[in-house]
């Protein structure tokens, strides 16, 4: 499958302008071929945690939802987005319960969503690592594992941002049969071994497919890295971008994820009971 890979400038809390940027890049990654979109952490709103959780309305994101299905829909491409999300209730009652919930009865999840090229929903993941004070402050993080499905004949799965940091969460999708990892994600300059390095290293690791989709330029209070990657799954590099605005195209696919767990058996030779141990 061609994979395509949008790395942009978001206006906070301007939706249209965002959709807009989402739709010509759904355009023109249909036009090259690509049977997937993948789109950076909060894009259709912007990236501003404190912003988003005093000012976006939660009623208002069904509309952006069906929007976003409709350029789905429209291109007939796969696509991946990203947007807040009210709670799982065991999470919001986790709040609800503390001398000092963090943010009243609204709390959010930063979330994902896979669409397949009808516009279907196929899969949703709720981030679970939350990074920095300010989405401490305007977020909750979750609790499942992520999930994976069959996407154009690919075992996928999704994390966000700061989640693909941590090896452990890449090995759950890996474990649980994930060959595509894919990463809305939200990166400040500074930070650029996560992509030139650290990706590279998960998806070698897990011995996966992991695309890396971030933002270009400043939003709010934040300069972005830009630095968007595709990795293969014996860690290297497919696709990369610069600091800039750039629509990223590459192939990937199961038979190189089979090569390589055939060539070094990680995954099988695994001893979780022993880790266990260490642990305890």
Known sequence: MLLSVLQANASVMDVDANLRTINDAARRAAQAG???LLTP????????????HAELDPATLPAIRER????????????VYSLPALAQARIQEQYDDAAQPPHADSARHITATLLDAAGNEVLNYAKVHLFGPEEHKAFVGAQEPPGVVDFN???????????????????????????LLLVPTALSAGFDNVPQVLIRARALESQLNVAYA????HEDVYNFLGGSVVAGPDGSLLAAAGEGAALLFAEVGTETVK????????????????YREWAD
């Not at 971030?214 to 330029?217: E, Q």
Request: hydrophobic residues 40%; glycine residues 8%.
């Open 68 to 79: 976003l299905a409709m350029i789905a829909r429209t291109h007939r491409i796969g696509l």
């Open 34 to 36: 690509a049977g997937l």
């Open 41 to 52: 952490e909060l894009f259709p709103v912007g990236y501003a945690p404190l912003r988003l």
């Open 153 to 179: 004949g690919i075992r996928t799965s999704m994390l966000i941002c700061y989640d693909v940091e941590f090896p452990e969460t890449v090995r759950a999708a890996a474990t649980r049969g994930a060959e």
């Open 214 to 217: 971030n933002h270009s330029g």
């Open 259 to 274: 090569a390589a767990r055939d060539e070094v058996p990680y995954l099988r030779e695994r001893r979780p009971e022993l």
